[in-house]
């Protein structure tokens, strides 16, 4: 099982939509939760950190789930500059090592 | 600003043939990451270095070493290449450090494209 699991997609949503990703991580010592996101043959970026209250940012919300060891992210109004491919990212620091550990992503394509 | 910069951009082998890619970063990081990325893999942490002079194994390490001599620069280096290290590499550095609030934000390099041939 991988340690952090997501939906691939596509999914193909109209401008406007809204979306939403799940993520789970294998791991309940896990202690940091980040969604990057990751443009076509691009470098990834942070898009936001994802605590335990559930944050916001914009039009972007973030969720935690510790009993489920599940995250999520919400995306409302959705924009053609919101297609990417977004991973979810969890620090799992009791394996020693000052490492984050990346799922292999969700694609969204967001169309007009 | 420079951020992280990774040389070669890309690079094709033949299978046995070695190489170095090299990632600078200007940011005055610590820590510093080479990750591997390959289609429905996600990104798979190869080696890594908490300061200069130390360096630690990641979760895909074999058929890598790494050094990192200067803080500003991590190099991974391939002595015996083989089709199964066709990849996108990706460098990162981070702020973050035992003695600061952890951020978990990683600046990566734009990414080094290598084929095996």
């Known amino acids: 099982r991988k340690e952090v699991e997501q939906d691939p997609g596509p999914f193909n949503v109209p401008e406007g939509a809204t979306v939403a990703f799940n993520c789970t991580y294998s791991?309940?010592?896990?202690?940091?939760f980040f969604w990057y996101r990751q443009d076509c043959r691009k470098e990834p970026k942070l898009l936001m950190s994802?605590?335990?209250s559930g944050n916001e940012d914009g039009r972007f919300t973030a969720q935690l789930n510790r009993a489920s060891q599940y995250i999520s992210l919400l995306i409302r109004d959705s924009k053609l500059s919101d297609s990417a491919t977004y991973l979810c990212?969890?620090?799992?620091?009791?394996?020693?090592?000052?490492?984050?550990?990346f799922g292999s992503g969700t694609r969204l394509q967001v169309q007009p | 600003n420079a951020g992280v910069t990774q040389t070669p951009k890309f690079r094709v082998l033949k299978t046995g043939q070695s190489m170095t890619l090299l990632c600078a970063q200007d940011?005055?990081?610590?820590?510093m990451y080479w990750y591997r990325q390959d289609p429905g893999m996600g990104l798979r942490l190869i080696h890594y270095?908490?300061?200069?002079?130390?360096?630690a194994k990641g979760e895909v390490p074999d058929g890598y070493n790494v050094s990192r001599l200067k803080k500003q620069n991590f190099l991974l280096g391939l002595e015996s290449a083989a089709p199964s290290q066709t990849s996108v590499y990706f460098c990162?550095?981070?702020?973050?450090?035992?003695?600061?609030?952890?951020?978990?934000?990683?600046?990566f390099g734009e990414g080094s494209r290598l084929t095996v041939l």
């Open positions: 990212v969890v620090n799992m620091i009791n394996t020693g090592r000052r490492a984050l550990t």
């Open positions: 990162a550095s981070t702020s973050d450090s035992p003695q600061k609030k952890y951020t978990g934000e990683l600046f």
């Open positions: 270095s908490v300061g200069e002079g130390t360096t």
């Open positions: 994802v605590y335990s």
């Open positions: 791991n309940s010592a896990s202690q940091s």
């Open positions: 940011m005055n990081h610590e820590y």
